[in-house]
């Protein structure tokens, strides 16, 4: 019997393993990662995040997020949920979309939401969309008014 090691298929097989941890190592070093820096005890702006424009009410000890978001098809649905972090100094909104059904138009759907929570008027607000950071641009609206039913005009 012949034991010798076909060195052929040796160095084939090395350079196959060769090009494997290569495409490893640089999808570990090419792949984009953000990072959100603090300065003044203030989070940054994310700057690639989806962008949330909400309207906001501050009333009774009750924060009231309202407004209109659009998602990537009509099969989409929208969940969001608040929860108190930082011993209750900042309260993270979580936007969260699933897609359900297969054979959906691929057109942009605009969807409602709404939240209410109860916290501190001067509490930081932050938000996530589909578990990255996003940009939370609060409209305002003073207590007793009634927070509009009409998506946000950007004018």
Known sequence: MNYRLNTHALLFVGIIVLIAVGLFVYTLVSTPTERHEIMNGEPSLVENGKMIDAYHQHQDGVHTLAGFIDVDSPCHT???ESF???DGAVAEVRFN????????PQIPFTLPFR???DA???IVIRATWNGAPARLNTIPVPPG???PTTPFVKG
């Open 78 to 80: 929208l969940t969001t």
């Open 84 to 86: 108190l972090m930082e």
């Open 97 to 104: 979309t699933l897609l359900e059904g297969e054979n959906c």
């Open 115 to 117: 939240l209410s929570f």
């Open 120 to 122: 501190p008027e001067g």
């Open 145 to 147: 008014e009634e927070i």
